[in-house]
């Protein structure tokens, strides 16, 4: 399986985002000198493609089976895609709080710490519909890794679209996650426009 082992604080200075959306608590400071170039059209469209790319972890080929998808669904393409993104299994592990950050949480999901309905799926790109439970396994729940998060996340803001009691072990998918619930800036149909050339 390919990874992508890019220095996180590095990368996303490259792309302009806040290591918050990722997860992480740390800013750089280092070399804050500014390069106002002027980018090309193509420049800005691979820019966002690359941002949303590096926020969901998913390579090339994969980000462009989802666009594939969201192409062929009915609405808006690029909020569609976004929305398919949300809907990966290791972003609401992280969206619900049960890790720090989405790399975090793929690797939990890798390793069989949850269950989807009451079943174990182990495949972080798993795409939850609504209703689904997304809990962790009952085995997990002693450990703990999953004890500490518990505590810290219980201050963490949930999208509109999870629902989680405080405390708890589980959270349900409500509805679709919508496009105001994205919590970070990208302008999608820059993405939409670099795939139809």
């Known amino acids: 399986m390919a990874k992508n082992r890019q220095p996180v604080l590095k990368r996303c200075k490259t792309l302009g985002l806040s290591p918050a959306v990722l997860g992480y608590g740390k800013e750089t400071h280092r070399n804050q000198k500014k390069f106002h170039r002027k980018q090309s059209e193509y420049a800005m469209q691979l820019n966002e493609k690359q941002k ?42 992280f969206r619900l709080g049960f890790a720090n950050t989405r ?3 793929r690797q939990l999901v890798n390793h069989g710490h949850f ?34 998060l518990l505590e810290e996340q219980a201050k963490r803001l949930l999208p509109k679209w999870l629902e989680k009691a405080a405390g708890s072990f589980e959270g349900k998918v409500v509805a679709m996650p919508a496009r105001e619930d994205i919590d970070y800036e990208v302008a999608e149909h820059l993405i939409v426009e670099l795939y139809s050339k």
């Open 103 to 105: 790399r975090e949480a």
């Open 115 to 148: 269950t989807v309905n009451g079943h174990r799926v182990d495949i972080p790109s798993y795409q939850v519909k609504p209703g689904d439970v997304v809990a962790v396994c009952e085995k997990s729940r002693s450990s703990t890794k999953f004890k500490t």
């Open 52 to 93: 949303v790319k590096f926020i969901y972890g998913v390579l090339e080929k994969q980000f462009h089976a989802y666009y594939e998808k969201a192409e062929r669904k009915q609405g808006v393409t690029g909020e569609t895609l976004l929305q398919e993104l949300e809907r990966r299994l290791d972003n609401v592990v």
